[in-house]
T-cell receptor, first 109, second 115 residues
Framework: DAKTTQPTSMDCAEGRAANLPCNHS???????VYWYRQIHSQGPQYIIH???NNETNEMASLIITEDRKSSTLILPHATLRDTAVYYC??????????FGTGTRLQVFP | KAGVTQTPRYLIKTRGQQVTLSCSPI?????VSWYQQTPGQGLQFLFE???????NKGNFPGRFSGRQFSNSRSEMNVSTLELGDSALYLC??????????????FGQGTRLTVV
């Protein structure tokens, strides 16, 4: 079972920041938080991952709370091409990437 | 650098038949994982191969099997196909095992339709 909870859907205006929350209250000390997204009919695309420090790359920023029980993926300037399902994953000790139901982000003009 | 390549992209099979899907990982990647995606169940883990050995397995019946070759290419096989096996089958490759601090890269998938 997925160890994360995400809102089912969110909307964001083009050009604005999209903030996608994720709860992972049972995360263990050595488990990473990964974010992937899946654009319709394509394979999931890696976005970013982190352990406890905030992370930033060319696609997004990942903010992890100090207690590590939740995180937020930030797309700083959302575009229409960012419309996708976003998955927050806590990698289980059994080494599998377990996907939950994700958040369907709709970016509108 | 070429990405993960899955073949074929689309496949139609009849109930009772068997099917083999292929996945070529990114050059240098040694771990290959397979996932099944359906509207009802979402993305579900099938199995992971690393160094030609199955390292992890999801909760699927024995009709689902796989293997990995010395060049890291992987195949998965589904025997005695059922209508419920209709799905998008995704392959992911990573440099090392996905248990380590490393990301996985997915292919475009093979869409299997069982009629």
């Amino acid at each position: 079972d997925a160890k994360t909870t995400q809102p089912t859907s969110m909307d964001c205006a083009e050009g604005r920041a999209a903030n996608l929350p994720c709860n992972h209250s049972t995360i263990s000390g050595n488990e990473y938080v990964y974010w992937y997204r899946q654009i319709h009919s394509q394979g999931p695309q890696y976005i970013i991952h982190g352990l406890k420090n905030n992370e930033t790359n060319e696609m997004a920023s990942l903010i992890i709370t100090e207690d590590r029980k939740s995180s937020t993926l930030i797309l700083p300037h959302a575009t229409l091409r960012d419309t996708a399902v976003y998955y927050c994953i806590v990698r289980a000790n059994t080494d599998k990437l377990i996907f939950g139901t994700g958040t369907r982000l709709q970016v509108f003009p | 650098k070429a990405g993960v390549t899955q073949t074929p992209r689309y496949l139609i099979k009849t109930r009772g038949q068997q099917v083999t899907l292929s996945c070529s990982p990114i050059s240098g990647h040694r771990s290959v994982s397979w996932y099944q995606q359906t509207p009802g169940q979402g993305l579900q883990f099938l199995f992971e191969y690393f160094s030609e050995t199955q390292r992890n397995k999801g909760n699927f019946p024995g009709r689902f099997s796989g293997r990995q070759f010395s060049n890291s290419r992987s195949e998965m096989n589904v025997s005695t196909l059922e209508l419920g096996d209709s799905a998008l089958y995704l392959c992911a490759s990573s440099l090392q095992r996905i248990s380590m601090n490393t990301e996985a890269f997915f292919g475009q998938g093979t869409r299997l339709t069982v009629v």
